[in-house]
């Protein structure tokens, strides 16, 4: 199982992240855990500096934009 964290205060661009993130773990058929962190304390401890971010089992894998479904995809291989 993935689990998949969205980093951000909770604007439209975090939303449109998660329906992608949640839209592109489905497409691939795979298990995942979504989890959306919206406290700025706990965003800084990954290092991030633009939201919003996508975080993959651990690691920072994208901020700062919206990536589309087929790049979150890529992402999740």
Not at 16 to 26: D, Q, R, W
Request: charged content about 25%; proline content about 4%; some cysteine.
């Amino acid at each position: 199982m993935k689990t998949l964290q969205v980093l951000g205060p909770g604007c439209w661009k975090c939303k449109k992240l998660a329906e992608n993130t949640e839209a592109a773990a489905k497409e691939l058929g795979i298990e995942y855990d979504l989890v959306k962190i919206t406290e700025i304390n706990a965003i800084m401890g990954f290092g991030v500096m633009m939201t919003p971010a996508l975080v993959v089992d651990g690691a920072v894998r994208i901020s700062g934009k919206v990536p589309s479904v087929d790049e979150i995809k890529a992402l999740l291989q």
